[in-house]
């Protein structure tokens, strides 16, 4: 790597930013979003729900604690949401060269390097952000200097849960009470989530019949991009409704379960992506800080008399959870499971175990 190589980042509005490259050095194109999060970069960049993304950074410094090593345990990673980097590429202000942490093994840029995902500093993150929030979010692309031009590429027309859902069925743990959890993009910590309340998990792809198997609970996990290209999953929860048994669906999953249950989903206009997203209870005062990555949202008014609201963001009044009025389905637009972020709701996992 040609240290300090320019970039450019170009908006499709015609928008260009200057910067420096301090990832692997290629012409990359995606939707560019913004993440409020002050920390967790490993986190959210090995979140699959960021497939086809430029994330950009909004706290100023970056890399400062570096990168932990991508050690496992039982099929899952230890400090990683996934095996690998599915953010197209990060974007931040201050790029820090030298970390220090007790749990780092390698740098951002090293890392970046291994998995050939572009990352660029010294961009002005303040203005990005501020052309993100009036215009919303906006396809991009970033182009080395000398680097070979590129299309701009909308990822939310590609079905990204296909790309980023596991190929085959695996099953984690041993516990009695057996749950099927389908594969959109999940994050490895929902996963850790469920096996310490001592369940067995049977982990299957998006698009699988999963109604033929033996089990006691669905789980419909987080994912990337537009849910209207997961029709497949919604047939397949929609004929699971025909029993009674829990389902609690998340991110992802919430949509899923709203279009399985009839209603309809919309694009945001820049999406929920921080640490500090206020959600209330409906029906309580009860409200609680969350962690969210979404672009996308069920549409309130388009819910059957059969479901109601579960959780209101404060900021917009936007859906964050659905329940069903008389069956044990329910859902979190939310992250329960954190990694990184606030865990104050992760309360909802022994709700749905116990609901089994």
Not at 127 to 133: A, N, S, V, Y
């Given at each position: 790597?040609?240290?300090?190589?320019?970039?450019?980042?170009?908006?499709?509005?015609?928008?260009?930013?200057?910067?420096?490259?301090?990832?692997f050095?290629?012409?990359?194109?995606?939707?560019?979003?913004?993440?409020?999060?002050?920390?967790?970069?490993?986190e959210?960049?090995?979140?699959?729900?960021?497939?086809?993304?430029?994330?950009?950074?909004?706290?100023?410094?970056?890399?400062?604690?570096?990168?932990?090593?991508?050690?496992?345990?039982?099929?899952?990673?230890?400090?990683?949401?996934?095996?690998?980097?599915?953010?197209?590429?990060?974007?931040?202000?201050?790029?820090?060269?030298?970390?220090?942490?007790?749990?780092?093994?390698?740098?951002?840029?090293?890392?970046?390097?291994?998995?050939?995902?572009?990352?660029?500093?010294?961009?002005?993150?303040?203005?990005?952000?501020?052309?993100?929030?009036?215009?919303?979010?906006?396809?991009?692309?970033?182009?080395?200097e000398?680097?070979?031009?590129?299309?701009?590429?909308?990822?939310?027309?590609?079905?990204?849960?296909?790309?980023?859902?596991?190929?085959?069925?695996?099953?984690?743990?041993?516990?009695?009470?057996?749950?099927?959890?389908v594969?959109?993009?999940v994050?490895?910590?929902?996963?850790?989530?469920?096996?310490k309340?001592?369940?067995?998990?049977?982990?299957?792809?998006?698009?699988?019949?999963?109604?033929?198997?033996?089990f006691?609970?669905?789980?419909?996990?987080?994912?990337?991009?537009?849910?209207?290209?997961?029709?497949?999953?919604?047939?397949?929860?929609?004929?699971?409704?025909?029993?009674?048994?829990?389902?609690?669906?998340?991110?992802?999953?919430?949509?899923?379960?709203?279009?399985?249950?009839?209603?309809?989903?919309?694009?945001?206009?820049?999406?929920?992506?921080?640490?500090?997203?206020?959600?209330?209870?409906?029906?309580?005062?009860?409200?609680?800080?969350?962690?969210?990555?979404?672009?996308?949202?069920?549409?309130?008014?388009?819910?059957?008399?059969?479901?109601?609201?579960?959780?209101?963001?404060?900021?917009?009044?936007?859906?964050?959870?659905?329940?069903?009025?008389?069956?044990?389905?329910?859902?979190?637009?939310?992250?329960?499971?954190?990694?990184?972020?606030?865990?104050?709701?992760?309360?909802?996992?022994?709700?749905?175990?116990?609901?089994?």
């Amino acid at each position: 790597m040609q240290k300090d190589k320019p970039v450019s980042l170009i908006l499709d509005n015609g928008t260009v930013f200057h910067g420096k490259s301090f990832g692997f050095e290629k012409p990359v194109s995606g939707e560019v979003v913004f993440s409020t999060a002050m920390v967790g970069y490993p986190e959210s960049l090995t979140d699959p729900s960021y497939s086809g993304q430029l994330l950009t950074i909004t706290y100023p410094l970056v890399g400062n604690y570096g990168v932990p090593d991508a050690s496992s345990s039982n099929n899952l990673s230890t400090f990683y949401e996934s095996e690998k980097i599915h953010a197209e590429a990060i974007i931040v202000s201050d790029y820090s060269f030298e970390y220090s942490h007790w749990n780092a093994v390698k740098s951002l840029s090293e890392w970046l390097q291994e998995e050939q995902v572009a990352g660029v500093y010294g961009i002005d993150t303040r203005e990005l952000t501020k052309q993100l929030r009036e215009n919303g979010s906006m396809k991009g692309k970033l182009i080395p200097e000398n680097g070979e031009d590129i299309d701009f590429v909308d990822p939310n027309l590609i079905n990204q849960v296909a790309k980023v859902s596991c190929k085959e069925v695996i099953r984690y743990g041993t516990g009695k009470k057996k749950i099927v959890l389908v594969d959109c993009g999940v994050k490895h910590n929902i996963l850790r989530c469920l096996l310490k309340r001592d369940v067995t998990v049977i982990r299957v792809p998006w698009d699988y019949d999963f109604n033929q198997l033996d089990f006691d609970g669905l789980f419909i996990s987080n994912g990337p991009g537009d849910p209207d290209t997961c029709q497949a999953t919604v047939n397949n929860i929609r004929k699971a409704m025909q029993g009674d048994f829990p389902i609690f669906g998340i991110c992802m999953g919430n949509q899923l379960l709203a279009k399985a249950g009839g209603a309809q989903t919309y694009k945001l206009k820049y999406g929920h992506r921080s640490h500090n997203q206020p959600v209330r209870m409906v029906g309580t005062n009860r409200c609680f800080i969350t962690s969210q990555n979404h672009g996308f949202a069920v549409d309130n008014s388009t819910l059957s008399e059969e479901w109601e609201p579960l959780f209101i963001n404060m900021n917009d009044g936007t859906n964050e959870g659905i329940r069903h009025k008389t069956k044990p389905y329910f859902s979190a637009q939310f992250h329960p499971e954190a990694s990184s972020g606030p865990t104050d709701t992760e309360f909802l996992f022994d709700e749905f175990v116990n609901m089994i």
